[in-house]
């Protein structure tokens, strides 16, 4: 269900991408004579607008990151992250009646990203309590490569709807099955596992011991070292990862299929599916990185440490050769490879620094990615803006190659702090307080490791 979830998230984020193609490109009309005649686009947009209404998303997505994860550390990730989800696809229902105002698409945009903007950390706090230790990195990869299906199929699936149906129907369409996820994630999901009444008593009680949580009372308990938190190297170490990948990551959602359409000619449809191919490699290699990372600390081939540095530095090396050669890249061909393989192959850096905060403070991990998405957020706002304005209205190769240097920059300067800074071992700041007595047995219970006496 967080899979589908995700899903969901990134086909209502990522559709205006291919809608907003669709909504400023040429039309032609057939006159009674058969004379056909261009129109021209329904929305006259420049880039710079186009570019502040692709990034619009971004300003209330960035409000909510940090609120996010308190509320779901107070009151369960269930709710947040399924609320978050079912008011972006309300929003995403009701944008075409609001599209013709340009001020007011721009504001549901914002209103959409509110909302959503609590999903990745209210679900930290979900796997924090469900997520034994060894099981973290392939549970959360494989639900968060909900998100990467999602826009593989939002970007081919926008087009195909735009050119049979109208780009109107791509917003009605996918805040319709947002909803119905929703109506899923009330009936089927809890916030813990003593909450779920069709668990096992065996399975309860493993995931209990694996996490060291006595009562969901004395978890909760536990205050917010917010300084401790705010000085942290390992804290410093996630955000600027999350920073220097996003803007990698939101550049190709918001700008790859006008890069497409505008150096190598693809028509709407032939954009969508092309655009998708990297983020279906990505959700090909998010869960296949993370079952990696869990065999290698299951066989203690590397520390937790070394498994998230070499994993997030594998993850942006990668990134950064194959965007260079997507800059000097004389084919469409080699383009798309070489944007598959940087996308797809960025999914270890996501393993490595996206997993991170469970290891570091696995009570405070939904703060943690609050605000590391806080500042991870801020690519999104700025990297489709800055595009705009790079990319003029006669789009050239040398105003692209622009782009893919500065998001290749980055991705240097991510592997480098996270390697210097990074940690995979509990901070003293987030040590759990030991509890006087142990509601699962006495140490006599042979059923029970005895560490967890």
Same mark, same amino acid.
């Given at each position: 269900?967080?899979? &589908?979830?995700?899903?969901?998230?990134?086909?209502?984020?990522?559709?205006?991408?291919?809608?907003?193609?669709?909504?400023?490109?040429?039309?032609?009309?057939?006159?009674?004579?058969?004379?056909?005649?261009?129109?021209?686009?329904?929305?006259?947009?420049?880039?710079?607008?186009? +570019?502040?209404?692709?990034?619009?998303?971004?300003?209330?997505?960035?409000?909510?990151?940090?609120?996010?994860?308190?509320?779901?550390?107070?009151?369960?990730?269930?709710?947040?992250?399924? #609320?978050?989800?079912?008011?972006?696809?309300?929003?995403? @229902?009701?944008?075409?009646?609001?599209?013709?105002?340009?001020?007011?698409?721009?504001?549901?945009?914002?209103?959409?990203?509110? &909302?959503?903007?609590?999903?990745?950390?209210?679900?930290?706090?979900?796997?924090?309590?469900?997520?034994?230790?060894?099981?973290?990195?392939?549970?959360?990869?494989?639900?968060?490569?909900?998100?990467?299906?999602?826009?593989?199929?939002? *970007?081919?699936?926008?087009?195909? *709807?735009?050119?049979?149906?109208?780009?109107?129907?791509?917003?009605? &369409?996918?805040?319709?099955?947002? *909803?119905?996820?929703?109506?899923?994630?009330?009936?089927?999901?809890?916030?813990?596992? /003593?909450?779920?009444?069709?668990?096992?008593?065996?399975?309860?009680?493993?995931? =209990?011991?694996?996490?060291?949580?006595?009562?969901?009372?004395?978890?909760?308990?536990?205050?917010?070292?917010?300084?401790?938190?705010?000085?942290?190297?390992?804290?410093?170490?996630?955000?600027?990862?999350?920073?220097?990948?996003?803007?990698?990551?939101?550049?190709?959602?918001?700008?790859?299929?006008?890069?497409?359409?505008?150096?190598?000619?693809?028509?709407?449809?032939?954009?969508?599916? @092309?655009?998708?191919?990297?983020?279906? $490699?990505?959700?090909?290699?998010?869960?296949?990185?993370?079952?990696?990372? /869990?065999?290698?600390?299951?066989?203690?081939?590397?520390?937790? #440490? =070394?498994?998230?540095?070499?994993?997030?530095?594998? +993850?942006?090396?990668?990134?950064?050769?194959? @965007?260079? $050669?997507?800059? &000097?890249?004389?084919?469409?061909?080699?383009?798309?490879?070489?944007?598959?393989?940087?996308?797809?192959?960025?999914?270890?850096?996501?393993?490595?620094?996206?997993?991170?905060?469970?290891?570091?403070?696995?009570?405070?991990?939904?703060?943690?990615?609050?605000?590391?998405?806080?500042?991870?957020?801020?690519?999104?706002?700025?990297?489709?803006?800055?595009?705009?304005?790079?990319?003029?209205?006669?789009? #050239?190769?040398? =105003?692209?190659? #622009?782009?893919?240097?500065?998001?290749? +920059?980055?991705?240097?300067? +991510?592997?480098?702090?996270?390697?210097?800074? $990074?940690?995979?071992?509990?901070?003293?700041?987030?040590?759990?307080?030991?509890?006087?007595?142990?509601?699962?047995?006495?140490?006599? /219970?042979?059923?029970?490791?005895?560490?967890?006496?």
């Amino acid at each position: 269900m967080t899979f &589908f979830g995700f899903f969901n998230a990134y086909t209502l984020r990522g559709n205006l991408s291919i809608a907003i193609v669709a909504m400023t490109s040429d039309r032609n009309e057939t006159l009674k004579n058969g004379t056909v005649i261009n129109i021209g686009p329904e929305f006259k947009w420049s880039n710079e607008i186009q +570019g502040y209404i692709l990034s619009s998303f971004f300003y209330g997505y960035i409000t909510t990151q940090l609120l996010g994860g308190y509320f779901a550390k107070k009151y369960g990730g269930k709710i947040i992250f399924g #609320t978050g989800i079912a008011v972006t696809a309300a929003a995403t @229902l009701i944008t075409p009646w609001l599209a013709n105002n340009v001020y007011l698409l721009i504001c549901v945009r914002v209103i959409e990203g509110i &909302f959503e903007g609590v999903t990745y950390p209210s679900v930290a706090g979900l796997w924090s309590k469900w997520a034994p230790p060894l099981e973290r990195s392939g549970l959360m990869m494989f639900a968060s490569a909900g998100s990467y299906f999602g826009t593989v199929i939002a *970007l081919p699936l926008s087009a195909l *709807l735009a050119e049979a149906f109208g780009w109107r129907s791509i917003f009605l &369409f996918f805040g319709a099955v947002g *909803l119905f996820w929703y109506a899923c994630w009330l009936y089927i999901v809890t916030s813990s596992p /003593d909450q779920d009444s069709k668990i096992s008593e065996e399975e309860l009680k493993y995931i =209990q011991i694996s996490l060291e949580i006595n009562t969901k009372e004395e978890f909760e308990k536990v205050p917010v070292p917010w300084k401790s938190i705010a000085s942290s190297k390992a804290v410093l170490a996630i955000c600027m990862s999350n920073i220097c990948e996003n803007w990698g990551f939101y550049t190709f959602l918001t700008q790859l299929p006008k890069y497409l359409k505008d150096i190598y000619s693809f028509d709407l449809g032939t954009s969508g599916f @092309l655009s998708g191919l990297p983020y279906l $490699a990505m959700g090909i290699f998010v869960p296949v990185a993370g079952q990696l990372a /869990d065999f290698v600390l299951t066989k203690g081939y590397l520390t937790v #440490t =070394q498994c998230r540095k070499t994993w997030t530095f594998v +993850g942006f090396s990668a990134q950064f050769v194959f @965007l260079l $050669a997507v800059a &000097f890249a004389s084919s469409e061909i080699v383009t798309v490879i070489c944007l598959t393989f940087a996308v797809g192959i960025g999914a270890f850096a996501f393993v490595g620094y996206y997993v991170n905060p469970l290891d570091i403070a696995p009570q405070y991990a939904s703060i943690i990615v609050g605000i590391s998405n806080t500042f991870g957020t801020l690519p999104g706002i700025i990297s489709p803006i800055l595009s705009g304005y790079i990319v003029s209205d006669n789009p #050239t190769v040398e =105003q692209w190659q #622009t782009v893919f240097f500065i998001a290749a +920059g980055l991705y240097i300067i +991510g592997a480098i702090v996270f390697v210097i800074c $990074a940690s995979g071992e509990v901070q003293s700041w987030a040590q759990k307080r030991v509890p006087k007595s142990n509601i699962y047995g006495s140490c006599d /219970d042979q059923s029970i490791e005895n560490k967890a006496c």
